[in-house]
Every structure is written in C-alpha cells, then in structure tokens.
C-alpha cells in the first residue's frame, strides 16, 4: 500500500504530464500534442525500465 506522500507525489506527476499536454495543444495543436506524447511515452518508459529499479539501495 502507498503512503500519503507516494500518492501525492503520484498525483502530481499525473497534474504535470496534463499541464504540459495542455502546453502543447495551445502551442500547436493535434500535431504538437502528437509529438509530445511520444516524448512523455519515452520519459515514463525511462522510469519504468531504469537500472537499478528505484525500489531498491544499492547495498555495496
């Protein structure tokens, strides 16, 4: 289960990707918006499969 601030932190990051979407369309429309979820696909994936995964300490 997540904690209070895990959440908040979680929410947050959710506000920004939106903020920045909405960025995008007042900057250039469908086609800005297009290139910009391809470039926050990549920054979640960057998360996602990062090495060593952010759970664990590096215990060396």
């Known amino acids: ?14 506000l920004d990707l939106i903020e920045r979407l909405e960025m995008a369309d007042s900057e ?9 979820l391809v470039f926050e696909k990549k920054c979640i994936e960057r ?3 990062q090495k060593p995964p952010i759970t664990e300490t590096n215990k060396e």
């Open 1 to 14: 289960m997540l904690s209070e601030k895990e959440l908040n932190v979680n929410l947050l990051d959710q």
């Open 28 to 36: 250039g429309g469908y086609e800005k918006i297009k290139r910009q």
């Open 47 to 49: 998360k996602l499969y």
